[in-house]
């Protein structure tokens, strides 16, 4: 069965450091998603992505945040410079077409020092 | 604007016991309705979900939930759980974008 796949399962860096978290969709899907969930707290939606662009983003995803799919295959989150704040379990979704079933990654654990 | 209640964080039950997770939403536009489950170090999982049509919903594993419009609530159930259903379960909603809102989550244990 296709799944959602993300490397690395966990992530440590030090603040100010740049990370990517990256993701590899199920293959005939044209929408992408990052969602994150900080420790005890909700999972929360980032951003949106269709046709190679952002198609919607939350207040969360501000400019140290960006996206991309560079290969037709892979779709990344890059974190410029990561903030203690932004330690969290990052989940990657993808989906056929708006309003159908989103299937998610397992997450990367982003921890922050 | 869009939210999701769920106000149990722990629901903590017997085996072959019935279950339900509580899940209310506030929205003032139509919305679709989603459970997912997240079982151990996994990703979350759809149970099932309500887009139109009956209000009543079967998924997997032997997982159902009611649309209620006037309570908005979309309440899950279960009327007998198996030890494998011990996990975090999350409400969430949609409208008229895609991108889902969760609830909190509700983690429930089964125990022997």
């Known amino acids: 069965e296709p799944e959602v796949t993300q490397t690395p399962s966990h992530q440590v860096t030090q603040m100010g450091q740049e990370v990517i978290l990256r993701c590899v969709p199920i293959?005939?899907?044209?929408?992408f998603y990052w969602y994150r969930q900080i420790l005890g707290q909700k999972v929360e939606f980032l951003v949106s992505?269709?046709?190679?662009?952002?198609?919607?983003k939350s207040e969360i995803f501000d400019d140290q945040f960006s996206v991309e799919r560079p290969d037709g295959s892979n779709f990344t989150l890059k974190i410029r410079s990561t903030k203690l704040e932004d330690s969290a379990m990052y989940f990657c979704a993808s989906s056929l077409g708006l309003n159908n079933e989103q299937f998610f990654g397992p997450g990367t654990r982003l921890t922050v020092l | 604007a869009q939210s999701v209640t769920q106000l149990d964080s722990q629901v903590p039950v017997f085996e072959e016991a019935p279950v339900e997770l509580r899940c209310n939403y506030s929205s003032s536009v139509s919305v679709y309705l989603f459970w997912y489950v997240q079982y151990p170090n996994q990703g979350l999982q759809l149970l099932l979900k309500y887009l139109s049509g009956s209000t009543l919903v079967k998924g997997i594993n032997g997982f159902e939930a009611e649309f209620n419009k006037s309570q908005t609530s979309f309440h899950l159930r279960k009327p007998s759980v198996h030890i494998s259903d011990t996990a975090e379960y999350f409400c969430a909603v949609s409208a008229t974008t895609d991108k889902l809102i969760f609830g909190t989550g509700t983690r429930l244990q089964v125990f022997p």
């Open positions: 992505f269709y046709n190679n662009e952002i198609s919607e």
């Open positions: 293959s005939n899907h044209l929408y």
